[in-house]
């Protein structure tokens, strides 16, 4: 449960705030002035403080700045009235999360509630590298194969230095782990961590989100607001899923990069910036600049260091570790004993291609030990938690692996002499022998049921000398 500390003299304003975050399962606690505040931050494990301005005593820009000298990640939303929206600017220009001014929405500030809450989790929650399989808490990048060890040399390599990284890989990867761990083992890690996801926020958003805007800069902009980018000043901004930015924001990154200013929507004054530029895309940057899609300057650019994750079926070596490592971890969450499980499942899962890579494998497992009764997963297990797309998919692809592995067996065999053609040959018996199995050895329906016409089916019959015990010549 994530615990918030409310600062405010308004005793009314705290009740309210005590109610409606309890009823949304938040731990809370509530302070009348800046000093109580302060003695609860040093005495206390807090998830977010919610800060109002006007305090008697200590007021709220002084109690702000202690906070941060107590807990520089701890997440600090400002509450305040037109009258002091300047000093919240510059609360936020000092890594406020951000400020809401009074009267507010209070679907919007349990949203605001909900990003700081993760925004510092992602600061100051650790991200271990190459940890050991059997690591049940935090959050850990697992592999042994070598692949994940080139990872892990460029996360050391790169974290030491300032450089703009790009991580590339597909969607369930683990990109925004990789990333965290460059900020959290960077020489930058003591200031803000922000993410921005491109594809998650609208794009008439996106710019305003990134750089701020003046006031009067579009409908509603009734006060200046402080972008992230600006925000984040001596931080880590992460850009997830750069590859889908517009091309218009690109533009205004690729000036960031360069020349580290900016300019807030609507606003002619030049900002300048000093923020580390980590970004991340599942997409094929060559191809989208092809496509008129980026901007190559930009491409350039971002990748002064490109870390690739490579996908889960390229690492095979590494499944078991994952799973094993799931498996405790849920089990844990959902208070049940690890039931382990079978060979002939785990054969099945590590024979698996996992296209949608670590995010899939983690929502089966999860999925599968909510259903579990106790007794080891079995194959049983696997099945009754995959839908019928997902089940067609996963069979098939384990059957066509199986061919595979196969393939590999009489490929290495040094003594036998494999020709293409003989490949060919024996596939074709297996297709042919089946198709007269299905069809009770009528010829006419087998060859209806391949696509061929009935003299050629006669022939590749002959040629590759396929009998069945019972034929029905037709």
Request: aromatic content about 6%; some cysteine.
């Amino acid at each position: 449960m994530d615990t918030v500390l409310v600062i405010d003299d308004d005793d009314q304003l705290r009740k309210s705030f005590c109610k409606l975050l309890k009823e949304e399962d938040y731990a809370i606690i509530s302070a009348a002035s800046g000093e109580a505040g302060i003695e609860i931050v040093k005495q206390n494990v807090l998830d977010l403080v919610i800060l109002d301005l006007r305090l008697p005593g200590i007021n709220g820009m002084e109690t702000f700045k202690r906070i941060k000298k107590i807990d520089s990640k701890l997440p600090v939303i400002i509450i305040t009235a037109y009258g002091t929206t300047q000093i919240a600017i510059e609360a936020t220009k000092m890594g406020a999360y951000d400020y809401v001014l009074k009267p507010f929405d209070v679907p919007d500030m349990l949203n605001l509630i909900e990003q700081a809450i993760e925004a510092g989790y992602f600061m100051r929650s650790p991200v271990e590298v190459d940890a050991a399989p059997d690591k049940e808490s935090g959050d850990v990048i697992i592999g042994q194969s070598k692949l994940m060890q080139d990872v892990y040399k460029s996360i050391g390599r790169v974290s030491q230095t300032d450089a703009t990284v790009l991580i590339l890989g597909e969607s369930g990867t683990g990109k925004e782990l990789v990333a965290r761990a460059v900020y959290q083992h960077g020489i930058r890690s003591d200031k803000a961590f922000l993410i921005i996801n491109c594809v998650a926020i609208p794009e008439n958003l996106l710019e305003s989100e990134l750089f701020g805007y003046e006031k009067g800069a579009f409908t509603g902009a009734s006060q200046r607001h402080i972008g992230k980018i600006e925000q984040a000043n001596g931080g880590t901004v992460f850009l997830d899923e750069i590859g889908d930015m517009p091309l218009n924001i690109q533009g205004k990154i690729l000036r960031l990069l360069q020349e580290k200013k900016i300019e807030r929507l609507g606003g002619e004054e030049i900002i300048p910036v000093d923020v580390r530029i980590i970004a991340a895309t599942n997409k094929k940057l060559e191809q989208a600049i092809k496509n008129k899609k980026f901007r190559e300057d930009l491409y350039f650019r971002l990748k002064v260091v490109a870390i690739e994750l490579p996908p889960l079926r390229d690492r095979r070596e590494d499944i078991n570790s994952l799973i094993s490592y799931y498996m405790a971890k849920f089990s844990n969450e959902l208070k049940v004993d690890n039931p382990g499980i079978q060979k002939e499942a785990l054969t099945r899962l590590n024979r698996y291609d996992w296209p949608g890579n670590i995010r899939e494998l983690s929502n089966l497992i999860q999925k599968v030990l909510i259903f579990n009764r106790g007794a080891p997963i079995s194959i049983t297990d696997l099945e009754q938690v995959i839908n019928k797309k997902e089940k067609t998919k996963f069979t098939e692809e384990i059957k066509l692996n199986d061919i595979k592995e196969w393939v590999r067996q009489l490929l290495s065999k040094p003594s036998e002499n494999y020709r293409f053609d003989d490949f060919i040959d024996m596939v074709s018996t297996i297709v042919i022998a089946e198709a007269l199995k299905i069809t009770n050895g009528n010829r006419s329906q087998a060859a209806k049921l391949l696509s061929v016409s009935r003299p050629t089916l006669h022939a590749k019959i002959d040629k590759y000398h396929i009998k069945l015990k019972t034929e029905i010549s037709d």
